[in-house]
């Protein structure tokens, strides 16, 4: 079956101010529905890559569609089709969960939607917490608000940038879950991690990224294979 790119990259580089060469030349295609992890160290551009796409950082050269809309001539039309989920925990402490979500589809301009809503939190098992403050909850709990609040404006593709950052063992495997019910729901999810297992676990595709160069984009199952066969070694700290 052919599948419609529902992201695509030409060309991308990015030199920061300071001449550091941030991105260089990144080509990729994500077909709609899959899960691709990209997989790199500190400071390898995974970052960089989501804020260029997502309109927050201005690309030297190169180009990037998300339905078919330009991010940056385009920017509002294709911002709507991207949910982000930032690397930090960035909610306001002391808003309900509720309240919280409400306000981030209003972002999008989109009517209140409280059936939608009730949905996403009930999908995120944040129901019991929906009247609870930010501030009330674990960090594993911040966490499924943020992923829950990127869906308020139904967008199509998902991005997760080092959702497991830091997180112990039981949460991992939690959010692991969570991006695999996304991925029944339709989401395209793009995400980002340091961890090989990570990429394993739920990834269709893996995408290695050092210094700004993405070195190779392959089915997991084909790649795991070829490291197994010590055909490929991935050096990733
Ligand atoms: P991490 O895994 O640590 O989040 P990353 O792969 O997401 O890393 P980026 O955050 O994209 O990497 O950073 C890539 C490189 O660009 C880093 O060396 C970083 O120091 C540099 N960089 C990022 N933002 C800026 C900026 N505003 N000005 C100059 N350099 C920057």
Same mark, same amino acid.
């Given at each position: ?29 994500? /077909? /709609? ?58 909610? /306001? ?42 501030? /009330? ?101």
């Amino acid at each position: 079956t052919i599948m419609a790119a529902i992201l695509s990259i030409q060309n991308l580089s990015k030199q920061y101010d300071s001449g550091f060469q941030a991105l260089k030349n990144v080509n990729l295609e994500i /077909e /709609e529905g899959e899960i691709l992890a990209l997989l790199g160290p500190n400071g390898a551009g995974k970052t960089t890559l989501i804020s260029i796409i997502c309109g927050l950082v201005n690309a030297t050269s190169g180009t990037a569609t998300v339905g078919g809309f330009d991010v940056v001539d385009e920017f509002r039309k294709a911002r709507s089709l991207i949910g982000l989920v930032p690397q930090e925990i960035s909610l /306001e402490p002391f808003q309900t969960v509720t309240n919280a979500l409400h306000f981030s589809r209003g972002l999008f301009g989109k009517g209140r939607d409280p059936a939608l809503i009730e949905d996403i939190l009930k999908k995120l098992s944040l129901w019991d917490k929906r009247d609870s403050k930010v501030v /009330e909850l674990s960090g594993g709990m911040k966490r499924r608000v943020l992923i829950a609040k990127a869906l308020c404006h139904e967008p199509r593709v998902l991005f997760l940038d080092e959702p497991t950052a830091g997180v112990d063992v039981e949460l991992r495997k939690e959010m692991w879950e969570v991006v695999r019910q996304l991925k029944a729901d339709g989401v395209t999810i793009i995400l980002t991690t340091h961890y090989i297992e990570e990429a394993e676990a739920i990834a269709d595709r893996i995408g290695v990224i050092r210094s700004g160069e993405l070195l190779l984009v392959e089915d997991k199952d084909l790649l795991m294979r070829r490291m197994g066969q010590r055909q490929i070694r991935i050096e990733l700290m």
